[in-house]
């Protein structure tokens, strides 16, 4: 069973950084896409950035040049405890939302569908000022 935890989250002014962070462990995590998707109030669930195990990256368009996805990935062991991170600059209050991380065994040309995840975090909130 795969678990994943996300740290990371918090308030800061249009303009700041934060870096959220996904730990996660069990099962054969070091195979998996990581994915970061975002839902704001009223609005449905949306794709960010994606993270294959070899370390391909993906982001929507709103986020690329301003976000960085990252991980520290030991493929060395189907089992190992891996941490993937975001790292969100120049932040806007658009980018207000839940951020969840999401992971699976899946092809990269459906990194993006949150419906191919089976495993996601509790969320973490970030919340961007003007």
């Known amino acids: 069973h795969v678990e994943l935890v996300e740290s990371g989250g918090g308030q800061v002014q249009a303009g700041g950084s934060l870096v959220l962070s996904c730990a996660a462990s069990?099962?054969?995590?070091?195979?998996?896409?990581t994915a970061w998707f975002r839902q704001a109030p009223g609005k449905e669930r949306e794709f960010v950035a994606a993270?294959?195990?070899?370390?391909?990256?993906?982001?929507?368009?709103?986020?690329k040049g301003r976000f960085t996805i990252s991980g520290d990935t030991d493929t060395s062991t189907l089992y190992a405890e891996n941490t993937v991170y975001l790292q969100m600059n120049s932040l806007k209050p658009e980018d207000t939302a839940v951020y969840y991380c999401?992971?699976?065994?899946?092809?990269?040309?459906?990194?993006?569908?949150?419906?191919?995840?089976?495993?996601w975090g509790q969320g973490t909130q970030v919340t961007v000022s003007s």
């Open positions: 999401a992971a699976d065994a899946l092809v990269f040309r459906v990194c993006h569908l949150s419906a191919a995840y089976e495993y």
């Open positions: 069990g099962g054969m995590y070091s195979r998996f896409t």
């Open positions: 993270i294959t195990w070899g370390g391909r990256s993906y982001y929507a368009d709103f986020v």
